[in-house]
């Protein structure tokens, strides 16, 4: 495994820490007072004009898209280890991915699309999300069952002649605040009866479409993620035509599958590059701040906190690059241990390097001052998006467990829950 970046990802990375220096990082405060004055004058969920100022540069300058490899449609998409490097920089702030058409769950929506989708699908749902035009969300979370078992979701998908009627309820759909979104990707069950894993489907659903009713916004640790948002959804006798069915009935598992490894190793990706930003905000702090009789820099904690920072990042990003060297050479179903091993490591180190950081800036870190706290609250969320801790643990565990047993490794599934 080589992990050198290539002439073209080395300009791409260069071109991309010039924008982040241009038009990013300054404009950090903008984005929030944006979004407050929008909460303050009735309607948080209105897309910032920052963002939509700052798509037309990210494209004139080839950053857009960069996230789908093999594709006609984009062919600037980059495979996932060249990807790696430049998605970890986009991680630093919150909001800067949405920037470069490269933020989830339009990631994982438009990547679905690509692999599965028909060419009808793909030219009226695919081409627009590329282009930036509209938005779209994943439908998969139920606040009724354990959702970190895909197999006890209960929304029903029931075909009715040309139709599909469906009934249920979702939560936790990321991206549906947005008044651009158009498009959700919901799994459901189309047959009880069949196999554990033949009773899913997953269907194209408008965002408009009758009977389609947003209940509520739900908030992370205070925060809204306004204008993105994860909503409440419900589902009340929407039909849909049956052409709407990705790949056919049943299809919905192994389609979830294909969706979920790229999305959680994108958001790895983006831990990484959390990780990074705290731990520059934190040696910033360190060097600025005296207590005691020194800076904090000089005090022996802040020294090994901010050492075992580092060997914490590096030992993430090198498992990062390796998940990914093995998607783009052998697949995402042979390297499902190396997927669910990163996406336990990523995030709970990243909450280590934040919190560190947070620490060292005193009263200022849990405050909105830094962008420390909210950093926290959405890599927390990450131990339980895309799969708990737990699941992947056990799946790691039995697939450990069957090698020494002799049993084949493909008989363990990897975990499915929502996708963000």
Not at 143 to 161: K, M, Y
Request: overall charge neutral; aromatic content about 6%.
């Amino acid at each position: 495994m080589h992990f050198d970046y290539s002439p073209k990802v080395q300009q791409l990375r260069e071109r991309l820490l010039a924008f982040f220096d241009q038009h990013i990082y300054p404009n950090e405060r903008r984005f929030h007072e944006e979004v407050e004055a929008n909460r303050r004058a009735g309607n948080a969920w209105v897309p910032t004009r920052l963002i939509e100022e700052l798509k037309p540069l990210a494209r004139e300058a080839g950053l857009w898209n960069l996230f789908l490899p093999r594709s006609a449609r984009a062919p600037e998409g980059l495979s996932n280890l060249e990807y790696a490097p430049l998605c970890e920089i986009m991680g630093r702030v919150a909001w800067a991915p949405e920037v470069f058409n490269c933020s989830a769950p339009d990631t994982g929506n438009m990547e679905t699309l690509e692999r599965y989708g028909s060419e009808a699908q793909k030219v009226r749902w695919l081409e627009p999300l590329l282009h930036g035009e509209i938005r779209s969300a994943f439908l998969m979370t139920e606040p009724d069952v354990a959702s970190s078992d895909a197999t006890n979701i209960e929304c029903s998908i029931v075909r009715e002649g040309e139709e599909y009627l469906i009934n249920g309820r979702k939560w936790w759909s990321s991206g549906a605040g947005d008044p651009r979104c158009k498009l959700f990707i919901v799994m459901g069950k189309t047959d009880p009866t069949a196999g554990r894993h033949e009773q899913q489907s997953m269907i194209l659903v408008p965002a408009d479409a009758p009977g389609v009713r947003v209940i509520r916004p739900l908030s992370v640790f205070g925060y809204d993620d306004a204008p993105h948002g994860h909503m409440e959804i419900e589902l009340k006798n929407v039909r849909v035509p049956a052409s709407n069915i990705l790949l056919g009935e049943g299809r919905g598992f192994e389609i979830a599958q294909g969706r979920l490894g790229p999305g959680r190793i994108h958001h790895c990706m983006r831990s990484i590059g959390a990780a990074e930003r705290a731990l520059a905000l934190m040696c910033q702090r360190a060097i600025a701040r005296h207590a005691f009789g020194k800076t904090i820099a000089q005090q022996t904690v802040t020294q090994e906190r901010i050492a075992e920072a580092r060997c914490s990042i590096e030992q993430a990003r090198l498992l990062t690059l390796k998940a990914a060297y093995m998607m783009d050479t052998v697949g995402n179903k042979v390297a499902k241990a190396e997927i669910a091993m990163i996406k336990i490591v990523a995030p709970n180190m990243a909450l280590k390097v934040i919190d560190w950081a947070i620490q060292v800036h005193g009263g200022m870190g849990v405050s909105d001052d830094t962008p420390l706290a909210y950093m926290w609250a959405l890599q927390r969320t990450l131990r339980l998006a895309d799969g708990p801790d737990e699941v992947h643990r056990n799946m790691l565990a039995k697939l450990e467990l069957s090698a020494h047993m002799k049993l084949p490794a493909d008989s363990v599934q990897p975990p499915i829950t929502r996708g963000a």
